[in-house]
């Protein structure tokens, strides 16, 4: 996919806002303890708006031309002179326990504001769960020999419950990446319960499954869904649709003599034939063509695939049996929110954890253009969609600035620690040594998320 103006916009105003919202934790905090705060900056490199305050501490407000951060500059002496007067107030002279927290506020905030967020959405809209209703099972596939067939209702993912498709997921990461196995509780459509055992037991396997995409259609199922016409909602600029002569609205009737029964039925037509030549009977208006399209082939979990570069219309709206809704009151939502900013926090540092250890895909490391894409979809797909996305990126943020790097918040927490327990500073080498370690880690975990980007956008 290709990025446009769009997805540039919403992907600033995104990393602005939860920006914003971080270095302000450190600002409000460190004013309330009585620290003098030199500058707010949003943003890094030369300054595009700025403004000084009038009071005493004359602290200068900045908007800067890299969106991609910011900072809280505080009086500090190790930076340069201080006033004997103002000197009570520098950092290194404030006591350990108040620097620290300083420090965890940045991240305290991006976690109160994804919770707060996640509340007003559940107060406003309620909560609305997808049923986990099995769709399709892939005959010889884990889920098969699992006991899984087509009609069960997932109710539980080992001791976590589900109460819709997404817990299931969260929940089937989980396992695959630890150990590979799941105890499911599913419900059968006679509304019978039974216990199967999800095994994936190579460990090559479970951490191809922790791709991303590729979860579901490794373990061989798939959620039920309703059927979409076989007709096109959009089609890529000089894809092979557009090539033919496709556009937009046209119903596919038939794939080279053959009915087609729905856009799923048209999507297995065009994959199982990659590089081929395929003739489409189809229908614009009043009126039916023929057209041959040449299938692209693309490379997807290691096979080839057909593609044409097309998209199914919206629509295929799922009947109310396959919704639970629940209306949430103030208090109801507030906790609500607390708790799914928890699970989601929590399975993020396990996943981390197994990523370092080689038991998740490093392929789930996403960069500046991945992180743009999905803000500039979840922007057009409407208000709803883009507070999600901000709950996410913000959980991500908070979560990542408490990792122990020492240019890190998380690494000037463990030096705080460090210089209280010891009863006095750390050595310049030291902190030197841990800030060049620190950078190293964040240039390789950013040149991976750079190269993930690179490949899902050209690969």
Not at 15 to 35: N, Q, S
Not at 167 to 194: N, P
Not at 410 to 422: A, C, F, S
Request: hydrophobic residues 45%; aromatic residues 8%.
């Amino acid at each position: 996919m290709s990025l446009s103006w769009q997805h540039l916009l919403a992907f600033l105003f995104a990393v602005g806002l939860l920006v914003t919202v971080h270095e302000f934790g450190h600002f409000w905090v460190a004013r309330r303890l009585g620290f003098k705060v030199l500058r707010f900056s949003v943003g890094f490199g030369k300054a595009l708006w700025s403004r000084t305050e009038s009071g005493p501490d004359r602290t200068e407000y900045v908007v800067a031309a890299i969106p991609l951060g910011g900072y809280v500059k505080l009086l500090d002496e190790r930076e340069g002179d201080v006033d004997p007067v103002e000197a009570h107030r520098a950092f290194n002279r404030r006591p350990h326990w108040q620097r620290i927290l300083v420090l965890l506020a940045g991240p305290a905030f991006n976690i109160i504001f994804a919770v707060l967020l996640l509340a007003g959405m559940l107060l406003v809209n309620g909560m609305t769960q997808l049923r986990a209703v099995v769709g399709e099972v892939h005959a010889d596939s884990p889920a098969a020999h699992a006991g899984l067939v087509a009609g069960d209702e997932i109710l539980r993912v080992g001791n976590r419950v589900a109460g819709g498709q997404g817990d299931v997921m969260l929940g089937l990461l989980d396992r695959v990446s630890d150990d590979g196995r799941a105890a499911l509780l599913v419900r059968d459509e006679s509304g019978r319960e039974r216990v199967l055992q999800l095994a994936v037991t190579d460990a090559a396997e479970r951490r191809r499954l922790t791709e991303p995409e590729v979860l579901l259609t490794g373990l061989g199922f798939s959620f039920w869904r309703p059927r979409l016409p076989a007709s096109i909602g959009a089609v890529t600029p000089d894809g092979a649709a557009a090539k033919a002569g496709l556009v937009a609205g046209d119903e596919v009737l038939t794939v080279d003599g053959a009915t087609v029964h729905g856009f799923e039925d048209l999507r297995q037509h065009i994959e199982s034939r990659p590089g081929q030549s395929l003739l489409l009977q189809v229908r614009r208006g009043d009126a039916e063509h023929s057209l041959r399209v040449e299938v692209d082939s693309a490379l997807v979990e290691g096979r080839n695939v057909g593609r044409i570069g097309i998209g199914s219309v919206r629509g295929g709206q799922y009947p109310q049996s396959m919704l639970r809704h629940t209306k949430v009151g103030p208090w109801s939502a507030l906790m609500l929110g607390s708790a799914q900013a928890w699970d989601m926090t929590a399975l993020q540092a396990r996943v981390f954890w197994r990523m370092l250890m080689g038991q998740v895909s490093l392929k789930n490391l996403s960069g500046p253009l991945t992180i743009a894409e999905y803000a500039g979809e979840s922007a057009t797909s409407g208000v709803s969609a883009f507070a999600g996305f901000l709950v996410l990126i913000s959980l991500s943020l908070g979560f990542l600035n408490l990792l122990p790097i020492p240019i890190l918040d998380g690494g000037q927490i463990v030096y705080q620690t460090l210089e209280w327990i010891k009863g006095s500073p750390l050595s310049e080498r030291f902190q030197i040594l841990g800030q060049q370690l620190g950078i190293a880690l964040l240039v390789l975990l950013m040149g991976v998320a750079l190269f993930n980007d690179i490949v899902r956008q050209f690969g």
